[in-house]
Protein backbone atom coordinates (compact mmCIF):
# COMPACT_ATOMS: atom_id res chain seq x y z
CA UNK A 1 0.00 0.00 0.00
CA UNK A 2 0.91 3.69 -0.83
CA UNK A 3 -0.13 6.63 1.03
CA UNK A 4 0.25 9.85 -1.35
CA UNK A 5 -0.57 12.92 -1.16
CA UNK A 6 -1.60 15.64 -3.50
CA UNK A 7 0.21 18.59 -3.50
CA UNK A 8 -2.39 21.16 -5.00
CA UNK A 9 -4.52 20.05 -2.04
CA UNK A 10 -1.98 20.84 0.50
CA UNK A 11 -1.46 24.56 -1.31
CA UNK A 12 -4.91 25.11 -1.38
CA UNK A 13 -5.62 24.35 2.30
CA UNK A 14 -2.38 25.91 2.96
CA UNK A 15 -0.94 22.98 4.80
CA UNK A 16 2.49 21.86 5.57
CA UNK A 17 4.10 18.81 4.43
CA UNK A 18 5.63 18.60 7.96
CA UNK A 19 2.49 16.99 9.95
CA UNK A 20 1.99 13.96 7.00
CA UNK A 21 3.16 10.91 7.87
CA UNK A 22 6.83 9.44 7.19
CA UNK A 23 6.24 6.84 4.87
CA UNK A 24 3.77 9.12 2.48
CA UNK A 25 4.95 10.53 -0.52
CA UNK A 26 3.82 13.27 -2.63
CA UNK A 27 2.33 13.51 -5.97
CA UNK A 28 2.01 16.91 -7.48
CA UNK A 29 -2.17 16.24 -8.38
CA UNK A 30 -4.07 13.60 -7.21
CA UNK A 31 -6.39 13.34 -9.72
CA UNK A 32 -3.27 13.13 -12.59
CA UNK A 33 -2.46 10.29 -10.75
CA UNK A 34 -5.10 8.55 -10.26
CA UNK A 35 -5.84 9.24 -13.59
CA UNK A 36 -1.83 7.84 -14.61
CA UNK A 37 -2.75 4.60 -12.44
CA UNK A 38 -5.90 3.74 -13.98
CA UNK A 39 -4.57 4.58 -17.81
CA UNK A 40 -0.84 2.74 -17.70
CA UNK A 41 -1.21 0.78 -14.35
CA UNK A 42 -4.20 -0.87 -14.72
CA UNK A 43 -5.84 0.80 -11.67
CA UNK A 44 -9.91 0.85 -11.02
CA UNK A 45 -11.17 4.06 -8.68
CA UNK A 46 -14.32 2.63 -6.53
CA UNK A 47 -16.16 5.25 -4.66
CA UNK A 48 -18.35 4.11 -2.37
Known sequence: ??????EITLH???LSKQPIIDYA????SG?????????R???AYLKP
Open 1 to 6: MRFEVC
Open 12 to 14: ERR
Open 25 to 28: TFVP
Open 31 to 39: VAEVTRLQQ
Open 41 to 43: EGY
